[in-house]
């Protein structure tokens, strides 16, 4: 997972209590680089958002073929064709 928000600890708690630590690893913010690479390598991308305003994340993902997996939340299934 990467990025940093309010609830990452809350997340490495998670991890760490339900001992994941193997499968899931937080990378923190890291450059657009970094980030690049990742979405090259990945098959999906997942967005588990509440609200969101232009899911760039989601965009971005989609560009480099990654599968996107998110909520019903803002213009995210007018961006997926529903």
């Not at 990467?2 to 809350?10: A, H, I, P, R, T």
């Not at 490495?12 to 990378?27: E, G």
């Not at 967005?47 to 990654?66: H, N, T, Y």
Request: hydrophobic share 40%; glycine share 6%.
């Amino acid at each position: 997972m990467y990025g940093n928000g309010v609830l990452k600890q809350e997340l490495q708690d998670y991890i760490d209590y339900k001992n994941l630590k193997t499968s899931v690893f937080l990378h923190g913010n890291q450059t657009k680089e970094v980030i690049k690479t990742a979405l090259k390598q990945a098959h999906f991308s997942i967005l588990p958002s509440k609200s969101e305003g232009w899911p760039k994340a989601i965009a971005e993902a989609m560009f480099f073929g990654v599968i996107p997996i998110a909520t019903k939340v803002s213009c995210v299934p007018y961006m997926l064709d529903y």
